[in-house]
């Protein structure tokens, strides 16, 4: 191939997958060391008929890597749940790359050696004083880990990708009724008149024991599940390798000391680790400690009374949790809440009086045509209260009705509709909303085709190495 290149002699087409060169192997070590190596050609996935191989998927996953910064690399390296969602995204990746080609395969669409040997001759880092270099394409190519081969296949299923997909980005014509009828149901105003019934306005007396009792029966408060919890951190720098095996030696003998049945803290206490025990905390309520992050809750919340949880990593070291007690979610006493009971009592009681005059209101205007309020020429957004402007764009112009809010009832008439003066930048930026939204639309509506057409399926032993921690 490179052999053609050499004598090839037209004039490119296209500028593809400069990118994927603007990257080293530098990370490389590392990133195989934290994500651990698989060897041989197993399959990690199939698309459809054709297998995304963990081989392809180390070599993506290090090319990302080598394209982020130090914070984000180390995030990646640290964080499980980073590193989790890093690897769920080299993984879309390929595998949408994968079923655009599949669908190029079953089209029969063909890219020859000639049209890439073309594209290659225009990549500007394999070009000396404007022209092509030979030695330029191997330096590139040997310090990007490609074999001529290897870059004439990534760059072949670019090429047949664009082929499948090119069409979707075309800009697709909406036509004017749409774009008219979109833009006098965004922009025009409705004339109203409304009276507002505060809650606030109506006074109720102190409740007996007897209706806050009745109260508490339908309105209970629970308290959520508690539970105490304490664990034991082994501290280490978990970018560098030489801290983390040190860690990870001493991280395993405290768990082996665990397993022999020793408490948390004796386990650490021998192995100069960091032991702490937690206050009671539910799920939606937990301490100020930055091992708690959400994935560790959920894990901690997932476990049992008196468990301990497997060897975990965090972004500052290992740790180990045990969950010391677990009281279960319950109604609280009705004693301990009483008094908390008295102002929602109240506010319930005023709710109850509000409506009935809102509905008085109501009835009144349906009669007779008549209320006192305000009147005012609303938008979507502006000139009443939100969920005056929500009733008034959802039903229908000359209905009247009840509208609930948070502090009070509306009593709602929709008098006449304006229609929008015509802005000729807003139609503009309009049409090219709509047409985003369509193209959109047909791009997720060609995605689940081709997800039906080519199924993913998880090698699971592969897989697993990868993604389940």
Do not use: C
Not at 49 to 54: G, L, M, P, Q, W
Not at 332 to 358: G, N, P
Request: cysteine-free; proline content about 4%; aromatic content about 10%.
């Amino acid at each position: 191939m490179l052999e053609y290149l050499r004598n090839a002699s037209e004039k490119p087409i296209a500028k593809i997958l400069i990118t994927i060169l603007a990257f080293s192997f530098v990370g490389w070590g590392v990133a195989e060391w934290i994500f651990g190596n698989v060897t041989g050609d197993s399959a990690l996935v199939y698309v459809g008929d054709t297998d995304v191989s963990a081989q392809r998927f180390n070599a993506e996953k290090s090319r990302e890597l080598a394209q982020m910064t130090r914070e984000q690399q180390r995030a990646v390296y640290t964080d499980a749940a980073t590193q989790n969602a890093f690897l769920q995204r080299v993984m879309t990746k390929l595998t949408t790359q994968q079923m655009a080609e599949n669908r190029a395969d079953d089209l029969g669409f063909v890219v020859s050696d000639h049209r890439i040997a073309r594209e290659i001759r225009d990549f500007p880092e394999f070009q000396v004083n404007g022209e092509f270099s030979t030695f330029a394409f191997d330096t590139v190519l040997s310090n990007s880990g490609y074999s001529e081969a290897e870059f004439a296949d990534v760059l072949r299923g670019q090429v047949l990708r664009s082929m499948v997909l090119g069409s979707m980005s075309v800009p697709l014509k909406v036509p004017e009724f749409a774009i008219t009828a979109a833009y006098n149901a965004r922009y025009a105003q409705r004339d109203i008149k409304y009276a507002t019934v505060k809650y606030s306005d109506f006074k109720v007396a102190e409740p007996t024991d007897e209706q806050l009792r009745a109260f508490y029966e339908q309105n209970p408060q629970i308290i959520p599940e508690m539970r105490t919890v304490s664990y034991v951190m082994v501290p280490a720098d978990m970018s560098k390798p030489d801290d983390y095996d040190a860690a990870y030696a001493i991280a395993l003998k405290v768990e082996d000391a665990i397993i022999a049945g020793e408490p948390l803290s004796t386990a650490a206490s021998a192995n100069k680790a960091k032991y702490v025990s937690l206050k009671p905390f539910a799920h939606d309520n937990r301490p100020v400690d930055k091992v708690l992050t959400d994935t560790i809750v959920a894990k901690i919340f997932d476990m049992a009374s008196g468990e301990d949880s497997e060897l975990l990593e965090t972004k500052d070291g290992f740790v180990i949790f045990h969950i010391d007690e677990i009281k279960p979610s319950h109604k609280a006493e009705f004693e301990t809440v009483k008094k908390s009971l008295i102002s929602d009592w109240k506010h319930a009681e005023q709710k109850k009086q509000a409506y009935v005059r809102a509905n008085e209101i109501l009835v009144t205007l349906n009669q007779d045509n008549k209320m006192d309020g305000k009147t005012a020429t609303v938008s979507r957004a502006s000139g009443a209260p939100v969920d005056v402007l929500v009733a008034t764009f959802r039903d229908k112009v000359g209905e009247n009705s009840i509208v609930p809010g948070s502090d009070a009832f509306y009593v709602l008439h929709i008098d006449r509709e304006i229609a929008p003066k015509l802005d000729t930048k807003k139609m503009t930026d309009l049409r090219k909303e709509l047409q985003n939204m369509s193209a959109t639309n047909i791009m997720d509506d060609y995605n689940a085709f081709l997800i039906r057409e080519y199924p993913i399926k998880i090698n699971e032993k592969v897989f697993n190495r990868f993604f389940v921690k």
